[in-house]
């Protein structure tokens, strides 16, 4: 009788390793995009776009979604540091800080913004 072992495969590996080091290096919060700007999920504190510094460190390919992402470094107004992956690369010139400083809810913002971010 054959006997099949099977490896278990490493998903994500570079992706984890440089998020892990970010993490030990400081950057020890996680950010998403919402409507009122950035949310930090570790207390739950909203952050308009003019109010926080943003950098684009890298791109890394997600295994599990079969996609690049890329990760932006996030700097508060109060000094929290951390991590936004997204799927697009932001900048001051994306429609996310364009709809976040017009301050109205335009529809072809939002579809910009959600085309950009693959929502």
Known sequence: MNTII????????????R???LQNSGY???FLINSN???CLQNNHNFP???I???????????????FKYI??????????????????LTRQSAFWKFQHRGTSIIKDIKIL????SL
């Open 72 to 89: 932006h470094l996030i700097e508060t107004c109060n000094g929290e540091k951390g991590i936004l992956v997204a799927n697009c690369i």
């Open 53 to 67: 510094s943003l950098t684009v460190i890298d791109q890394v390919y997600d295994a599990l979604e079969s996609c």
């Open 37 to 39: 700007g950035l949310l």
């Open 6 to 17: 099977k490896q278990p495969k490493i998903l994500n590996n570079s992706f984890t390793k």
């Open 114 to 117: 959600k085309r950009e971010l």
């Open 49 to 51: 776009a003019c109010s």
């Open 28 to 30: 020890d919060h996680d």
């Open 19 to 21: 998020i892990i080091a």
